[in-house]
């Protein structure tokens, strides 16, 4: 990549007024630094990326209002996990974890449990309860 | 206290904090000269793992390691530790600004307040230098900014304690010891020995032979998952190659500037010419990911599978490329 070629498209880095460094080389051949605003092929990914997260938020969005699961699965997409990570940040068994999606299971949760759960989502217990999201 | 610590923005964390430590401590060293001294150039893809929803492929050694084989290559001491409780890790922090001693943390990106919301994700290697405190703010040089920021100790705290695959459980580390004069000559001849045998490893997922098999993944993956589902670890590979710290094409660009300054530094012209081919490969994995985005880009469901093909043949072909180039520059030093 030459120097001048390295990309200064749009991406979301500029919301934050952050810029990334690239290696290139310049007229001589000679290897330098260049800052770079962002690169399509790779935003278009992360835009994907984040598109498909919400689309898994609201799916796990609707399946609490449906009483197919509980508000712990939506609170950890929302906080894009996946149940290892859930797991190791109650330090809660995975299996226990994945039984405590179940409605039922997670209505006779005591409170000492439930307040690890809203610990890591930094909610209270009442809106880890609540089902209208 | 604050210490008088220049940072120095780089494109990899880890080569970032290493490079700045070094230089804290007077001994001038390269982002590129630590990546290529600390073998960090590779190709993996690792089977049965999840990240995202989506399989994971690594273009550099794990987290740690560069730093780990520098630090023997060049003859440098370093000490790591790593705590199970917030107070005792804080504590140990504190103590060495006290001494007016800079320390590298590894940290999670998710609680990073000063990073853009779509870049934070529950990724655990990050890494960065505490400097300073003041008023029971930590200043912080992370060396993907362009400039110096801090965190409160709470937020701190977070990072530092974040949980899931890689756990940094408040890993600190710093150099203790150096030589009196920094030998490079030996250590690069180590580094790059080291790369050549990893990319050329008879292990079917490591190296050259890993991105023969994800390319081989990726003609399965439209019959096999269905292009949604295709799309999406396509789009994954291309964040892995091209993610910030990568300094462009899956670190291929940083290796060919530590190619030419090892070049420079031996008097190998050989090393030189292959400095020019592996930015050349570079170019390569750019093309790759820009024909992978042609794909990706809609998001329909009616994406043909020509186009799989094709995108898999360009790996084919780099890996082709750089089975030669590997070949050549392990007879070059």
Not at chain 2, 78 to 90: C, D, G, S, V
Not at chain 2, 222 to 234: E, F, R, S
Not at chain 2, 319 to 324: D, F, G, I, M, S
Request: with cysteine; net charge positive.
């Amino acid at each position: 990549m030459k120097k001048n070629e390295v990309p200064q498209d749009k991406s979301n880095l500029e919301s934050a007024n952050f810029k990334e460094l690239c290696y290139a080389v310049d007229e001589n051949g000679e290897y330098t630094t260049e800052l770079s605003t962002g690169w399509s092929p790779k935003t278009i990914a992360l835009n994907n990326a984040i598109e498909a997260l919400n689309e898994r938020i609201s799916a796990s969005k609707q399946r609490v209002k449906d009483h197919k699961v509980s508000p712990l699965e939506y609170y950890m997409e929302l906080h894009k996990m996946d149940l290892p990570i859930l797991a190791s940040y109650v330090g809660i068994w995975k299996w226990r974890v994945k039984r405590h999606f179940r409605p039922a299971v997670f209505k006779n949760l005591n409170n000492k449990t439930l307040q690890k759960y809203a610990d890591v989502f930094d909610i209270t217990i009442e809106e880890l309860q609540r089902t209208d999201l | 206290m604050e210490i008088d610590f220049k940072h120095k923005q780089a494109a990899h964390c880890e080569n970032g904090v290493v490079a700045n430590l070094m230089t804290y401590n007077g001994f001038t060293v390269s982002e590129p000269m630590v990546f290529g001294i600390g073998s960090g150039l590779l190709f993996t893809y690792i089977p049965f793992l999840k990240v995202n929803h989506a399989p994971v492929v690594s273009y550099r050694a794990m987290p740690g390691i560069i730093f780990t084989r520098f630090a023997t290559r060049v003859g440098i001491k370093i000490k790591r530790e790593k705590f199970r409780n917030a107070q005792t890790a804080k504590a140990r922090l504190d103590e060495n600004l006290q001494r007016n001693n800079p320390v590298g943390l590894q940290v999670g990106v998710y609680n990073l307040p000063y990073f853009p919301d779509e870049y934070r994700f529950h990724f655990n290697a990050h890494n960065m230098v505490v400097y300073g405190k003041r008023d029971g703010i930590y200043l912080i040089s992370d060396p993907v900014m362009e400039t110096v920021t801090s965190l409160t100790e709470k937020e701190l705290e977070k990072v530092r304690f974040a949980k899931g695959a890689f756990a940094p459980k408040g890993h600190i580390y710093y150099p203790t010891a150096f030589p009196k004069e920094l030998h490079l000559e030996k250590a690069i001849v180590k580094g790059i020995k080291h790369t050549c045998r990893d990319m050329l490893a008879p292990v079917p997922v490591v190296g050259v032979k890993g991105i023969r098999k994800i390319a081989k993944l990726i003609r399965k993956w439209p019959k096999a998952k269905g292009t949604k589902i295709a799309n999406h670890y396509l789009g994954q590979i291309v964040r892995m190659q091209e993610e910030i710290g990568t300094g462009g094409g899956g670190f291929r660009y940083i290796y060919a500037a530590f190619l030419q300054e090892a070049g420079k530094l031996l008097t190998n012209n050989q090393l030189l010419e292959l400095s020019k081919e592996m930015t050349l490969i570079g170019d390569q994995w750019r093309d790759f990911a820009v024909e992978a985005s042609r794909i990706y880009k809609n998001r329909s469901n009616s994406v043909a599978v020509d186009q799989y093909d094709h995108v898999a043949t360009l790996l084919e072909d780099i890996a082709n490329k750089e089975e030669v180039f590997f070949k050549k520059l392990k007879k070059a030093i």
